[in-house]
């Protein structure tokens, strides 16, 4: 068996370690084995002392294949019995050996178990013959772009490899290539421009590389914009054709608009046949230039990044067949009075479950925004009939707009409705079907970092006012979004991005969202966002309970920016030092006369912020409040446990409680103020009370050992 055979055999039959390890243990839970098995562990390395990546397999001296590990950190650990074995590296990005620097199986190093367990000499392979470099953006960006690679010789594709996140990448071939690179810039969602080496257009121009053991580097390769191909469609007699598709032989279409113009983005680098058809049937399609067939078309050459021009087109007229015996037609407009141009009309029979229908004829409106059906009176077994005009194109997707910086057009149904459900039901007598199509709205603005600049994957949501995200923009690379497909109604926005806080407009957590109102055919503007990293307490923490000796101190953590998957931890301190954990703290004579501070670290995952409660009063023992009350004093009698009365000082607040706040707290009134000496006092009230029931709160401040806190006390008064 040959070494590259037993490679393959070891992919395909070995689990790792792990699975080995998970069998022995199986045996010894049946029957334990004579000689169990030990581990061989090992490290292999590059010339540098880098670790490499590969897996390891033991054969035993006659060639069996006994367990095999792989590893991406160099480190692999063999579970083997007592015996002999020789062991075999393989990589796709390293040299193949045999353990120890040999190249056959026959000199392979000899490893012996013999009971124990043993640590192998570092092993040092060499790089396979390679080629490097790094992908990017014309601006600098890094591009997780594919590689695509072929044979110089043969032109024969060899696979392709992945360029990491910062554009890196590594080809490891040992014979000369020709490399093809592709990508997408996630910043401005579109195709960059494929090119082969070293900016060519094809591969028999494509510059070869020759790989080489310490890895052939072909610096940056920078992908420009994608290219695109651009022109305009009319008439023989010049004037423009709204609606004829332009597409490339390479799969890349556009909508000529209401100008003629179209423009196909991210065209693919190389020769391309670009076709102009008319799915409304007005005029007959060609190739360009003015060629009926494929074969006569003149190609588009398209080079990295080139942006092809006046690739125009003049249509015949299609021949002119009035419709006969029309049964049902009608006219196709939106909401705001424009024509609906090449909309997709498909005719269903009227069932009780749409699942249930079938599609039994389809036409497109015509560039007067009107349809005709000649045949209803011809279906077998089908006198009823529901219409739908398809605002998607009839692509399957959702809504979108059918022009650069026009408003998505919604899908309607006979009797202009917005469902097969509630679609009125047509006949072959029902003559004229009008339909009108709901146009979207819009909302503009920007997302952008408090650190300065654009942040990552940036996005906005769309939130309606069902508590659904309906949308998700993707700002440009400036920041900047324009989202067209948002039906009238209320929604609030979210914004978020890589490492940055999520908030909702106005720069607030979602419950304080500020909802926008969107109407057909108008853009709200100025619906912006910048973004924190860092993450900060909104409403500060807060300690609940009073600091009295024997009592249970608590914390609140507050209100975030950004808290529904944070991990919270507290920290409980006096003096500047931690002195306890957790949520709760027991407040003890240890802590008499000193002030408790709590401490919550909120662990968003990508970044963490703490914030401090407000310190508590001065740790004291718990007074008890007896209070005579009238309507214009109250006289106080305050004691505490093992205090004599000479020692019991305070100052005391009274509210009166007048209400309930919007988050549940109690409304409070002050209705005076006093202070208690020898554990007494009077205080006068500024207004009299009314007759009747009150709930009265004593806010105290102790002194020396007395403690501070609320002491509520119902009170009924006469007058």
Same mark, same amino acid.
């Given at each position: 068996?040959s070494?590259?055979?037993?490679?393959?055999v070891?992919r395909?039959?070995?689990?790792?370690?792990a699975?080995?390890v998970a069998?022995?243990?199986?045996?010894?839970?049946?029957?334990?084995?004579?000689?169990?098995?030990?581990?061989?562990?090992?490290s292999?390395?590059?010339?540098?002392?880098n670790?490499?990546?590969?897996?390891?397999t033991?054969?035993?001296l006659d060639g069996?294949?006994v367990t095999?590990?792989?590893f991406?950190?160099?480190a692999?650990?063999?579970p083997l019995?007592?015996?002999s074995?020789?062991?075999?590296?393989?990589?796709?990005?390293?040299?193949?050996?045999?353990y120890?620097?040999?190249?056959?199986?026959e000199?392979?190093?000899?490893?012996?178990?013999a009971g124990?367990?043993?640590?192998?000499a570092?092993?040092?392979v060499?790089r396979?013959?390679s080629?490097?470099?790094?992908?990017?953006?014309?601006?600098?960006?890094?591009?997780p772009?594919?590689v695509?690679?072929?044979?110089?010789?043969?032109?024969?594709?060899?696979?392709?490899?992945?360029?990491?996140?910062?554009?890196?990448?590594?080809?490891s071939?040992?014979?000369?290539?020709?490399?093809?690179?592709?990508?997408?810039?996630?910043r401005?969602?579109?195709?960059?421009a494929s090119?082969?080496?070293?900016?060519?257009?094809s591969?028999?121009?494509a510059d070869?590389?020759t790989p080489?053991?310490?890895g052939?580097?072909?610096?940056?390769v920078?992908?420009?914009?994608g290219?695109?191909?651009?022109?305009?469609?009319?008439?023989?007699f010049?004037?423009?054709?709204?609606?004829?598709?332009?597409?490339?032989?390479?799969g890349g279409?556009?909508?000529?608009?209401?100008?003629?113009?179209?423009l196909?983005e991210?065209?693919?680098?190389?020769?391309?046949?670009?076709?102009?058809?008319?799915?409304?049937?007005?005029?007959?399609g060609?190739?360009?230039n003015?060629?009926?067939?494929?074969?006569?078309?003149?190609?588009?050459?398209?080079?990295?990044?080139?942006?092809?021009?006046?690739?125009?087109a003049?249509l015949?007229?299609?021949?002119?067949?009035?419709?006969?015996?029309?049964?049902?037609s009608g006219?196709?407009?939106d909401?705001?009075?424009?024509?609906?141009v090449?909309?997709?009309v498909?005719?269903?029979t009227?069932t009780?479950?749409f699942?249930?229908?079938?599609?039994?004829?389809?036409?497109?409106?015509?560039?007067?925004g009107?349809y005709?059906?000649?045949?209803?009176?011809?279906i077998?077994?089908?006198?009823?009939?529901?219409?739908?005009?398809?605002?998607?194109?009839?692509d399957?997707?959702?809504?979108?707009?059918?022009?650069?910086?026009?408003?998505?057009?919604?899908?309607?149904?006979?009797?202009?409705?917005?469902?097969?459900?509630?679609?009125?039901?047509?006949?072959?007598?029902?003559?004229?079907v009008?339909?009108?199509?709901? %146009?979207?709205? *819009?909302? /503009?603005g920007? +997302?952008t970092?408090?650190?300065? $600049?654009?942040?990552?994957?940036?996005f @906005? !949501?769309?939130?309606?006012?069902?508590?659904?995200?309906?949308?998700?923009a993707?700002p440009?690379?400036?920041?900047?979004?324009?989202?067209?497909?948002l039906?009238?109604?209320?929604?609030t926005?979210?914004?978020?991005a890589?490492?940055?806080?999520?908030?909702w407009?106005?720069?607030a957590?979602?419950?304080?969202a500020?909802?926008?109102?969107v109407?057909?055919?108008?853009v709200?503007?100025g619906i912006?966002?910048?973004?924190s990293?860092?993450?900060?307490?909104?409403?500060?923490?807060e300690?609940?309970?009073?600091?009295?000796?024997?009592k249970?101190?608590?914390?609140?953590?507050?209100?975030?920016?950004?808290?529904?998957?944070?991990?919270?931890?507290?920290?409980?301190?006096v003096g500047g030092k931690? %002195?306890a954990t *957790?949520? /709760?703290?027991? +407040?003890t004579k240890?802590?008499l $006369?000193?002030?408790?501070?709590?401490? @919550? !670290?909120?662990?968003?995952?990508?970044?963490?912020?703490?914030a401090l409660?407000r310190a508590?009063?001065?740790?004291?023992?718990?007074?008890?409040l007896?209070?005579?009350?009238?309507?214009?004093?109250?006289a106080?009698?305050?004691k505490?446990?093992?205090?004599?009365?000479k020692?019991?000082?305070a100052s005391?607040v009274?509210?009166?409680?007048?209400?309930?706040?919007k988050?549940?707290?109690?409304?409070?009134?002050k209705?005076g103020?006093?202070t208690?000496?020898?554990?007494?006092?009077?205080v006068r009230?500024?207004?009299?009370?009314?007759?009747?029931?009150?709930?009265?709160?004593?806010?105290?401040?102790?002194?020396?050992?007395?403690?501070?806190?609320?002491?509520?006390?119902k009170?009924?008064?006469?007058?």
């Open positions: 068996m070494s590259s055979t037993r490679g393959a070891a395909l039959v070995a689990g790792g370690v699975a080995s069998v022995a243990g199986m045996s010894v839970g049946l029957v334990a084995p004579a000689h169990a098995a030990v581990v061989v562990s090992g292999v390395i590059d010339p540098n002392g670790y490499a990546t590969g897996y390891v033991a054969y035993t069996t294949y095999s590990d792989s991406t950190n160099g692999f650990d063999l019995a007592d015996g074995y020789k062991l075999e590296f393989d990589s796709s990005a390293y040299a193949g050996e045999w120890r620097d040999k190249a056959t199986e000199t392979a190093d000899v490893v012996t178990v124990a367990g043993q640590v192998l570092p092993w040092t060499d396979s013959p080629v490097t470099g790094v992908v990017r953006t014309a601006d600098g960006r890094g591009v772009a594919t695509e690679v072929y044979d110089a010789a043969t032109g024969t594709s060899l696979g392709q490899e992945t360029a990491d996140r910062s554009g890196a990448f590594r080809v071939e040992d014979v000369p290539v020709k490399l093809f690179f592709r990508g997408y810039d996630s401005t969602r579109k195709s960059l090119e082969w080496f070293n900016d060519k257009i591969i028999d121009a070869v590389v080489t053991a310490a052939a580097d072909l610096g940056v920078t992908l420009a914009p290219g695109s191909i651009s022109g305009r469609v009319t008439t023989e010049g004037a423009p054709i709204h609606r004829v598709e332009a597409c490339t032989s390479t279409c556009d909508w000529t608009d209401g100008n003629g113009v179209y196909i991210g065209a693919r680098t190389g020769t391309q046949t670009v076709t102009f058809r008319d799915p409304i049937g007005e005029f007959i060609e190739y360009w003015n060629a009926s067939t494929f074969s006569t078309a003149t190609p588009v050459v398209v080079a990295p990044g080139q942006a092809v021009t006046g690739i125009d003049a015949a007229a299609a021949p002119v067949v009035a419709p006969t015996g029309v049964d049902v006219t196709v407009r909401e705001l009075g424009a024509v609906g090449g909309y997709p498909r005719l269903y009227a009780a479950d699942r249930d229908s079938e599609l039994v004829a389809s036409t497109y409106s015509n560039r007067a009107q005709f059906f000649t045949e209803l009176d011809r077998g077994g089908a006198t009823q009939f529901k219409i739908e005009v398809d605002g998607t194109d009839g399957g997707g959702p809504e979108q707009p059918r022009e650069e910086g026009d408003f998505s057009r919604r899908t309607t149904w006979s009797g202009n409705k917005l469902d097969f459900a509630t679609a009125t039901t047509v006949t072959a007598t029902s003559g004229t009008d339909f009108t199509l709901p %146009v979207a709205g *819009g909302v /503009s920007s +997302v970092s408090d650190a300065g $600049g654009v942040p990552d994957d940036t @906005v !949501t769309f939130t309606d006012s069902d508590n659904r995200a309906v949308r998700s993707g440009e690379i400036d920041g900047s979004y324009d989202e067209r497909n039906w009238a109604g209320q929604y926005v979210a914004f978020g890589y490492l940055h806080v999520t908030e407009w106005k720069n957590l979602p419950e304080d500020t909802a926008i109102t109407k057909p055919g108008q709200v503007t912006s966002a910048s973004l990293k860092d993450v900060k307490a909104v409403d500060r923490p300690i609940l309970g009073d600091a009295w000796v024997g249970t101190l608590r914390v609140d953590a507050g209100r975030w920016n950004t808290q529904a998957a944070s991990r919270f931890t507290f920290e409980w301190l931690v %002195v *957790g949520t /709760s703290l027991k +407040v240890k802590h $006369g000193k002030k408790i501070t709590a401490r @919550v !670290t909120n662990d968003a995952g990508f970044a963490q912020g703490q409660t508590s009063a001065k740790v004291g023992l718990q007074p008890r007896k209070a005579k009350v009238s309507a214009r004093s109250a106080l009698t305050l505490v446990k093992s205090l004599k009365a020692k019991v000082k005391v009274v509210y009166d409680v007048v209400g309930t706040r988050n549940g707290d109690d409304k409070l009134k209705i103020k006093a208690i000496k020898n554990g007494t006092g009077t009230f500024s207004k009299p009370l009314g007759k009747g029931k009150h709930t009265l709160v004593f806010s105290l401040k102790g002194k020396g050992k007395v403690g501070s806190g609320d002491l509520t006390q009170v009924k008064v006469k007058r």
